[in-house]
């Protein structure tokens, strides 16, 4: 008998990422009703991954319907360059596909209607909709990680740009920097991701440190070449964020991923930055993600319900940790 609340209806939602895979399913009001973690088979190869990917989603069908629930619809966010309305992998260097009609392959192989995101703008989706950026029509979601994204919310929609838009972290802001792995020279990111940050550390230091988050701890015990690296990239970032607001003019920026745990030691002294690069410019606030590794299973979930013909009901985010001037990573 058809249910015509949906209270038996889900979504099957899936973030991949380089090295695990997050999954879930999703009521209505995004309260996960399963979920699934598990590592993505990326040194296998491409195929490999599809396959896992195909597992997964079958996994997630197969509780549904343990739980007698009807799975309307599957989500399925990725990384790299992806064209969300022809439902392609344009291009993934950490995962190795390239033009893969990866919406059609998970639909044929799993049986279940896909819909095919970008994993970032995804998660900024979700920041915008049950997040750090509730109600904001113009807005810039960035998680600092192993590499640097963004999601680019303008007059209230995401913007895609047939799967590139959002590169911030291959902005140069060293024209005679480093080179990067996408062929450039001198991108944000070979200053300012989490890789980056603790190469220079051990670079200048001689001493290996416990990734970004072991040079954040350095920095709040005033290490001097943690402090130097630390405002290098700071510096980077905030440049780059001039250069985005300069153009597009957000109201807020919202900053993720690994590094954004470091809480105010990377977030006081990035608002001071961008501060002084600003003049007649429109300011933007500058806050901390609320969705945590969540945002991109959210994200797909969402989608999974706006491609089934369903606005969900947003929930409160699962937790909304308070951020401390000067507080670091753990």
């Not at 040079?215 to 440049?239: M, N, S």
């Amino acid at each position: 008998m058809p249910d015509p609340h949906g209270t038996r209806d889900c979504v099957v939602a899936l973030d991949v990422g380089g090295t695990g895979m997050k999954g879930a399913l999703l009521d209505r009001a995004l309260t996960p009703l399963a979920v699934l973690r598990r590592p993505t088979p990326r040194r296998d190869g491409p195929g490999v991954v599809v396959a896992a990917i195909t597992g997964a989603l079958r996994d997630l069908a197969a509780q549904a319907a343990d739980r007698h629930l009807t799975a309307r619809h599957a989500g399925t966010v990725v990384p790299g360059t992806v064209d969300e309305e022809a439902g392609r992998a344009v291009y993934s260097a950490n995962i190795g596909w390239s033009d893969l009609p990866l919406a059609a392959l998970l639909r044929d192989a799993s049986d279940l209607p896909v819909t095919l995101g970008h994993d970032v703008r995804a998660g900024g989706l979700a920041e915008c909709r049950t997040g750090a950026a509730r109600g904001a029509r113009d807005a810039l979601f960035v998680p600092v990680g192993t590499g640097i994204s963004a999601a680019v919310l303008c007059e209230g929609r995401v913007v895609r740009g047939l799967g590139y838009a959002g590169e911030l972290g291959h902005a140069v802001v060293e024209p005679d920097g480093d080179p990067c792995a996408c062929g450039g020279r001198g991108c944000l990111e070979t200053v300012a991701s989490a890789a980056a940050i603790e190469a220079a550390y051990a670079a200048r230091s001689g001493r290996a440190v416990d990734g970004a988050a072991g040079v954040a701890r350095l920095v709040a015990r005033g290490d001097p070449v943690a402090v130097a690296v630390w405002d290098r990239a700071v510096d980077a970032l905030a440049a780059a964020l001039a250069t985005f607001t300069t153009l597009l003019a957000p109201g807020l920026i919202v900053v993720g991923g690994g590094l954004a745990q470091a809480g105010g030691l990377l977030l006081d002294p990035l608002r001071a930055h961008l501060g002084e690069r600003l003049t007649f410019q429109r300011r933007p606030e500058v806050v901390r993600a609320e969705l945590g590794d969540e945002a991109g299973c959210l994200g797909a979930g969402i989608l999974a319900w706006q491609a089934a013909g369903v606005e969900p009901a947003f929930r409160e985010p699962a937790f909304r940790e308070p951020v401390t001037a000067g507080s670091a990573a753990p």
